[in-house]
């Protein structure tokens, strides 16, 4: 017999997890399906942001920059280490723990708020009596009938063509976040976010680190003068980017990968590397959801089709995340599984796609929110933009990281925030006190006239809220 809910959420990442979690405390009956296992083929909810993306990532990026720092800037601070060495096992398992701790918190919450969780796949079986029905595929099968369906099954790494993923040699995501050993070289195509996240990872554990990138500019998507000094700071680092590349053959043998590519000048080249990341992009995944059973309508990039609301062509089926438009952030997917329930709910949930932050974890890091210069001159938009360095902020000194800079863009008339874009340290926790003036509309001169704590890196925003207006005072 199937058991009734009145919200099923199919999948558990950061898009699913929390429309669960928000339909629960709104009094409805729900239940979330997820089919992630753990090493032990238990329950690992969390998604690709918490089994293989965000929080891996992060973890292996602070035990990088770690080994960097000791081994490179502990000697400015007076403190010697002798015989320095990467335990790459043990860093693995305490990426291992930070997961599965996370994987953990999610079960708690789920019963904290009283949602069942099936572990399994969840596919459509038909539409039913005012609802749904699901099957779910787990270590049994089960059925569930639901009146409203939040379909949130995430994304699947692309491969290129021709070079399939073996998890070996040729790394998704996945594979990248549990290499056994510091490869010597490492190859990556796309410098895009986990390009550049997970090369860094990997450099600063001593492997040469080469990327190759299609496009014929860094960071496109990044204003322009941020991008640039983002791609200095890299190249000082060692991080070798070669723009303008065409992919060819890509070869994997018992020695590593060899990989052929037309250079921007259209030379033939090969790449031999131990290991290679691909990080080309991801695809929308509905793999198993069968949503032909119920006639729920697919893009051409496989992407469901939804509207501004998150409603798909079906009454009360929702998708949100990675598996529909828009950027593919956890922060993105978490606002839209907010928006859904409170929408499924009769209230006017709500996700301002203007004011989503990016951050980018390399060092230094990159985050930004908004309209980008370029963007603004393309528009043909009247704007102000201001800058600080941080080489001119006493925290940053006090710190040893001065790379970088924070860059306000304000309307040239009415003065309003358009976008903010920070290259340098704690870029990822600064970017928050623009998200909050934007959201607020408010101006660079709020900004500049809001009191910041000294010293600060904070301090560094506020200047370059001032230097909209020329008039920066440290600099
Ligand atoms: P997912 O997290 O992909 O979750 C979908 C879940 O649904 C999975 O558990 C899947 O197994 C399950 N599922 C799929 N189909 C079914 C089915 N039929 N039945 C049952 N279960 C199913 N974003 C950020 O904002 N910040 C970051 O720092 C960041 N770092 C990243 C690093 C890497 C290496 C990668 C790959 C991604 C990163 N992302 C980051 C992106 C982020 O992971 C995604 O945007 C986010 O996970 C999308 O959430 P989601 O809920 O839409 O899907
Ligand atoms: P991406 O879209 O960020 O970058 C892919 C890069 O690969 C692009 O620069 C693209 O031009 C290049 N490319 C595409 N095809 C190519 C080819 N054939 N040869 C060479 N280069 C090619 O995608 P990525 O890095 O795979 O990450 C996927 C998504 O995951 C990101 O878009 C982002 O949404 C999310 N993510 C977010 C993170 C964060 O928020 N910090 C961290 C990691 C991932």
Known sequence: ??????????????????????????????????????????PAPGGTCTNVGCIPSKALLQSSEHFEHAGKHFADHGIGLSDLKIDVAKMLGRKDTVVKQNNDGILYLFKKNKVTFFHGRGSFVKAADGGYEIKV??????????????????????????APFDEENILS???????????????????????????????????????LEALPTFLGAVDEQIAKEAAKAFNKQGLKIELGVKIGEVKSGKKGVTVAYANAKGEAQTLEVDKLIVSIGRVPNTIGLNPEAVGLKLDERGAIVVDNDCKTNLPNVWAIGDVVRGPMLAHKAEEEGVAVAERIAGQHGHVNFNTIPWVIYTSPEIAWVGQTEQQLKA??????????????????RALGDTTGMVKFLADAKTDEILGVHIVGPMASELISEAVVAMEFKASAEDIARICHAHPSLSEATKE????????????
């Open 379 to 396: 528009a043909g938009r009247a704007y102000k933009a201001g800058t600080f360095p941080f080489t001119a902020n006493g925290r940053a």
């Open 464 to 475: 370059a809220a001032l230097a909209v207006d020329k008039r920066t005072l440290n600099f």
């Open 137 to 162: 595929a787990g270590a049994a099968e089960e059925s569930v009938t639901a009146k409203h369906v939040i379909v949130a099954t995430g994304s699947n790494p692309r491969a290129l063509p021709g």
């Open 1 to 42: 017999m199937s058991k009734s809910f009145d919200v099923v959420v199919v999948g558990g990442g950061p898009g699913g997890y929390i429309a669960a979690i928000r339909a629960a405390q709104l009094g409805f009956n729900v239940a979330c399906i997820d089919d992630w296992k753990n090493g032990k083929g238990g």
């Open 173 to 211: 995501n996945d594979g990248a976040l549990r290499i056994p050993s510091v490869p010597k070289k490492l190859g990556l195509i796309g410098a895009g976010v986990i390009g550049l996240e997970m090369g860094s990872v990997w450099r600063r554990l001593g492997s040469e680190v080469v990327v």
